[in-house]
């Protein structure tokens, strides 16, 4: 979009849930805040939440954070200010989400939360959250991977955004499996931000420090970064045995090159509709649990031709 337009379009969108904050009118609206609309799985999640919010005839008004908190936390201002019904979190970092918290429960709004938990102390009456057990991902991704290696081999491990939830729970989740096995262990390990270009620079760089054989990514785009750093490199992917999370199409596509030994779904579309469904049983009076876990599933060259999303 032309850079020029962009604040007359935050403008129009803001005038539109003024508007709607002051009518009346029998169908709900959520406020809907993502993170990052440029990282692949959460860009998912923000398409399936518009498609089933269409399935259901719920209003949504849908903004991106660009990862930055002061503009989430800016957004969920706005939906308080325009008494939107409900408002759903994919937070920039959890002590934005634990702020987006405080503010939406001070409000009596109902608040769900989404693909990465803020933690809080306590979830207030008419708060939850929907994800997935982090460390569940970590270790299907991490105990395939040490299989093929025949349980030996020197691992490196390509994290998320620091604070993030998946990047803790995912990254411990590997060190824990590593630790089992005499014959391997944890060489490198450096965020890449969730971002496929990072992670392409970390590997070429961690190539010239130290020998491994086994990259254990938090994601699939760093798992694809991994896999042109090595090929960039100059060094053959048969040597190697690469992982991700989240069963992305582009892994799945690397997967069936034989580039890509390992993914775990993290399943888009369920936590998606498990958001919005969560915050229509709040509006509806429904009592409600504080957590809800999508699971994740192990995706390997065997069962991959059942996954999409």
Do not use: C
């Not at 920039?92 to 989400?97: E, F, K, Q, R, S």
């Not at 254990?216 to 992917?237: C, F, Q, R, T, W």
């Amino acid at each position: 979009m032309n850079r020029l337009l962009q604040p007359l379009v935050r403008i129009v969108a803001l005038l539109t849930l003024l508007l709607w904050g002051q009518m009346a009118s029998a169908t709900l609206l959520l406020g809907v805040t993502i993170s990052e609309f440029d990282d692949n799985f959460r860009n998912l999640i923000r398409q399936h939440i518009e498609q089933y919010g269409k399935e259901l005839d719920v209003d949504l008004v849908v903004e991106n954070a660009s990862s930055d908190p002061k503009l989430q936390l800016r957004q969920v201002r706005n939906y308080i200010q325009s008494k939107v019904d409900a408002i759903v979190i994919l937070p920039v970092d959890a002590a934005t989400g634990r702020e987006a918290l405080s503010l939406a429960s001070a409000a009596k709004i109902p608040v769900v939360f989404a693909n990465s938990d803020p933690e809080p102390s306590s979830w207030p009456a008419g708060s939850a959250y929907v994800g997935s057990k982090e460390t569940d991902a970590g270790t299907m991704q991490m105990e395939e991977l040490a299989k093929l290696a025949g349980y030996k081999g020197d691992v490196v491990i390509l994290e998320g955004e620091p604070g993030h939830s998946g990047a803790i729970g995912r990254t411990k989740a590997v060190e824990a499996v590593v630790a089992k096995y005499p014959d391997m262990k944890v060489v490198k390990k450096a965020t890449a931000n969730w971002q496929s270009s990072e992670a392409a620079t970390l590997v070429a760089q961690w190539l010239k420090e130290s020998p491994f054989k086994v990259v254990a990514a938090n994601n699939d785009s760093m798992a694809i970064g991994a896999v042109l750093g090595l090929e960039k490199s100059g060094k053959p992917l048969g040597d190697f045995l690469v992982g991700g999370i989240d069963g992305t199409r582009e892994a799945l596509q690397m997967m069936g090159q034989d580039k890509i030994k390992v993914s775990v779904l993290q399943d888009a579309r369920g936590q998606a509709r498990k958001a919005v469904d969560v915050a229509l049983m709040m509006l509806a009076g429904n009592a409600t649990e504080s957590h809800y876990w999508i699971p994740f599933q192990l995706i390997t060259r065997d069962n991959m031709a059942q996954f999409s999303q």
